[in-house]
């Protein structure tokens, strides 16, 4: 797989973009809420709603085909890197099969959820929530950029933006390439986004795993402050705590022979689900499954994966979205960008 650094495109002049400032108060109230609003919200699930006791001991990793090259990893239980209980869910699929085929979706800017978002892909198969909020980053589809304010701050905490030091591209349905661009100034990041060719492209942060190494752990921080500590010495919007804390995460890879990974990470559930920070997860992908990249993005309540014939009987939902306050797979949040993963074959029948 080909990756694209910040220098092939430092010499190409950036596209003029179209200023839609005016038209940011309007987006930013109706889009997705992203991540952002709720890094502090801890969910306790009611007693009697689980069985605490298969969370709070060594977990196991199970495999299960959902079909030919396409393999539902899932783990719960204390997961030994993060020494703690987690609930993971990974969707792999061999993009080196013709028959399947990647979608990068942008629905708009008042979301739905990744469920409906599957029924407009005859023969989806699987499906993640992607990107962060539209203001923040960078949403190109099939050619089409819908999104590159790339706005200095974020919404109106007065952080600054810090979400677009990569990007995962798509190209031909199943041409997957990340972009790595930590240390460049927002304008240098963006004029990397719209100098490359990629008809898709998904801006996020922080690049997890590049080139097999574990970038995420070196992304912040946080001088080994305890979760209570940083959610009271950090707003939610800030770096260090947003991603240096233990949260829900999404996130997507791809190894070295071309097998695309859709990643949720649950959380914010004591002794069931505790999330990680993205130098834990990158270094859970890498002695699970050895990506050569890997890119965090939008988790939080947004954090949903879908997994044909799997989950939830209704929605496929197979992980726990935090949104409704409930241990189950309801509460998929409202977001604007997916990934979608399409069996043609079943597709054309």
């Known amino acids: 797989m080909r990756k694209i650094s910040f220098q092939e495109y430092s010499w190409r002049n950036a596209a003029s973009s179209l200023v839609i400032l005016l038209l940011m108060p309007f987006l930013m109230a109706c889009s997705d809420k992203g991540d952002n609003s709720d890094y502090h919200f801890p969910y306790e699930p009611d007693a009697g709603e689980t069985d605490n006791n298969e969370y709070t001991q060594p977990g196991e990793w199970t495999e299960e085909e959902v079909m030919e090259g396409v393999i539902w990893h899932s783990f719960k239980g204390v997961e030994e890197i993060t020494n703690a209980s987690q609930i993971i869910n990974v969707l792999e699929v061999d993009l080196n099969n013709p028959r399947y085929k990647v979608d990068f979706y942008y629905y708009g800017p008042n979301g739905v959820t990744l469920p409906d978002a599957m029924k407009e892909f005859p023969g989806a198969i699987g499906g993640l929530n992607a990107a962060y909020e539209l203001s923040s980053v960078y949403i190109k589809t099939e050619g089409i950029v819908h999104f590159q304010e790339l706005t200095s701050t974020l919404m109106s905490t007065g952080i600054a933006n810090w979400k677009n030091e990569g990007a995962v591209c798509l190209d ?107 130098g834990d997860l990158a270094q859970v992908l890498i002695e699970k499954f050895h990506p050569e990249y890997a890119l965090n993005m939008d988790g939080g309540g947004s954090t949903t994966l879908c997994v044909k014939d799997r989950g939830d009987a209704n929605t496929n939902i197979v992980n726990y979205p935090t949104d409704n306050g409930q241990f189950d797979h309801g509460g998929a949040r409202r977001v604007s960008t997916f990934f979608i993963v399409t069996d043609t074959q079943s597709a054309n029948n």
């Open 172 to 278: 031909n349905d199943r041409d997957i390439s990340f972009m790595y661009l930590r240390g460049k100034s927002l304008a240098e990041q963006k004029a990397a986004f719209q100098a490359s060719t990629s008809a898709n492209i998904f801006s996020s942060a922080a690049m997890l795993v590049w080139d097999f190494e574990n970038v995420g752990e070196t992304f912040v921080n946080t001088q080994d402050m305890t979760q209570e500590e940083l959610e009271s010495s950090f707003n939610a919007e800030d770096p260090i705590r947003h991603q240096g804390g233990t949260n829900p995460r999404s996130a997507i890879g791809l190894t070295e022979d071309n097998h695309l990974l859709l990643i949720a990470v649950d959380g914010r559930r004591t002794d069931i689900s505790t999330g990680m920070s993205v």
